[in-house]
């Protein structure tokens, strides 16, 4: 199992940045591919964002393309988010994935394995 603590969250104005972290055990990072996904109050939970076990394929949804940016560090076993040009309508708390798959590259959650906590981030306007 990959266990996954996520940081970085906080409450930023409209237009900042945060750059979420999401550290992850095991000694096989490198092969899993890796998701972000957010879920606001009263609402489901919506896929942001991933990227594949070596990092040379990345997808993001359209309501964070040119603002958000994941990337990862498998020398670090970490994952990260680099969020800018920040909206109220991405308040919500962030959760990191993993996918064990070979060859796993998904915005399905349903193909995730294992989840980290949660870290909240509010844009205020």
């Known amino acids: 199992q990959v266990q996954l603590v996520e940081s970085g969250g906080g409450l930023v104005q409209a237009g900042g940045s945060l750059r979420l972290s999401c550290a992850a055990s095991?000694?096989?990072?490198?092969?899993?591919?890796m998701g972000w996904f957010r879920q606001a109050p009263g609402k489901e939970r919506e896929f942001v964002a991933t990227i594949s076990g070596s990092g040379g394929s990345t997808y993001h949804v359209d309501s964070v393309k040119g603002r958000f940016t994941i990337s990862r560090d498998n020398a670090k076993n970490t994952v990260y988010l680099q969020m800018n040009r920040l909206l109220p309508e991405d308040t919500a708390v962030y959760y990191c994935?993993?996918?064990?798959?070979?060859?796993?590259?998904?915005?399905?959650?349903?193909?995730?394995?294992?989840w980290g906590q949660g870290t909240q981030v509010t844009i205020s306007s």
């Open positions: 994935a993993a996918d064990r798959r070979l060859v796993g590259f998904s915005g399905n959650a349903k193909d995730y394995d294992s």
């Open positions: 095991g000694r096989t990072f490198s092969s899993y591919a």
